[in-house]
Structure formats: C-alpha cells, structure tokens
C-alpha cells in the first residue's frame, strides 16, 4: 500500500534551532516525494522536490531509499517557517496519473 | 491574477441539503483535482480529471459526484449533505505529468 507517514503533529523549536521534520514512506515503486508547505491563511503550495535536489528557503531534503524517508531540515530555524508542512508521494512509472498522497501533516512553531 | 479559484469559501448548511463548490484555474493545466481535508488536516484526494476526463475516483461516496465542463473548471456538487462530510474540500491543478499541484484556498463546509 501507497502511504506517507509525518509521526510528528506538531514541532516547536525556538529560533535560531536546526529543524528535522521526519516523512517515511511505503512504496514498492520508484516515487518522487514532495514538501508542501501552508503557511497562516495561504495556500498549500510546492516547497520542493526531490528530484530538484535544491535548497529553498534554507530547507534541504533528501530521499533516502533504504530508509525510506524524506526528512525535511534547515540547520537556523526562522519564525517566518511557522506553518504546516506536508509530505507528499506520487507514484511513477508508465501510465502513472498525478495521485499526491499526502502525509498526516506536521505543523513547525519557532518560538522568538 | 493566475491561480485556482473556488467559491464558496465557506458554505454553512443543514444535514439533507444538496450544495456545490466551483474551481477555476487559469493557469492552463490540463489536470484538476479534489482533495478532502479533515478535521485532523489529513488531506485526501477525492477526484482528479484530465481534459475533462475521470481519471481518479478513490472510494468517495455516490453522493458527490464532480463535473468538468472543460479543463479549467472543475465542479464539485454534493447531494444530500451529511455532519461527516464537513471539512475543508480543496481544489489543486496542474499539469498531467508533473507533481507540482497548485491550490487553491479552500472551501470550509459545515453541515449542521
């Protein structure tokens, strides 16, 4: 079965702290995993991707087969970071539709 | 302004009543989707349609059934309202092979 596990619903860190929000997935394919991000009254929206490998807004994550995880990090944790981060999964391969399974959800509060 | 667009964004209504929720997006993606958020904010998808073609339906009762008049509008209409179908229902697009969904606000339903 297809699932993204966030084991963590809420991480609070003071600022200036490293972050790790944990993802563990279940696949038996090849995924591609996802951060979304939905700050205080906006949109949910992409923050990255695995397959981009790049650093956005100071957070990294990499895809770790053998663990299956895709933790999220940012070494200095930032007030503005506060707001819910979802990890997501889609399943490729031939034919594959854009089916994001999302995770529980792990809502960041930096505290000042 | 390019972005998904759905009205309402919150609809109030008795248990029985049947109600609508409409997605726009100018964006010029060819996929649109539904995803059901609870009250635990587990997002879940519901439907997704490509070209205005059914392409995902998870186990999602035959109460709600969407509409895709063309592809950049994605209507969700629900009959006979239930209490557990309160939640935040959004709509996302993008394009088919890709995983980046763009969403919208949401539309916060309460059935009384």
């Known amino acids: 079965a297809q699932r993204v596990t966030q084991p963590e619903k809420l991480l609070s860190v003071f600022k200036g702290a490293p972050v790790e929000l944990k993802c563990n997935y279940s696949y038996s394919g090849s995924p591609e995993l996802f951060w979304y991000v939905q700050y205080s009254r906006q949109r949910l929206q992409l923050l990255l991707r695995?397959?981009s490998r790049e650093s956005i807004k100071g957070f990294t994550a990499d895809l770790n087969k053998g663990e299956t995880s895709f933790h999220l990090k940012k070494p200095f944790a930032q007030e503005e970071d506060s707001a819910m981060y979802y990890c997501?999964?889609?399943?490729?391969?031939?034919?594959?539709?854009?089916?994001?399974?999302f995770g529980t959800g792990t809502l960041l509060a930096v505290q000042p | 302004d390019t972005a998904v667009s759905q009205t309402p964004k919150y609809l109030v209504t008795q248990m029985g009543n049947d109600k609508s929720i409409k997605c726009e997006q100018n964006?010029?993606?060819?996929?649109m989707y539904w995803y059901k958020q609870d009250s635990k904010k587990f997002l879940k998808i519901m439907f997704s349609y490509n070209n205005k073609e059914l392409i995902i339906n998870e186990t999602v009762p035959n109460r709600f059934s969407p509409k895709s008049p063309d592809k950049a509008h994605l209507n969700l209409h629900i009959n006979s309202l239930e209490l557990g179908d309160s939640a935040v229902y959004f709509c996302a697009s993008s394009l088919r092979h890709t995983g980046e969904l763009f969403f919208g606000e949401g539309s916060r339903l309460t059935v009384l």
């Open positions: 695995h397959i």
């Open positions: 997501a999964l889609s399943p490729r391969g031939g034919g594959a539709t854009n089916k994001l399974i």
């Open positions: 964006l010029g993606h060819d996929t």
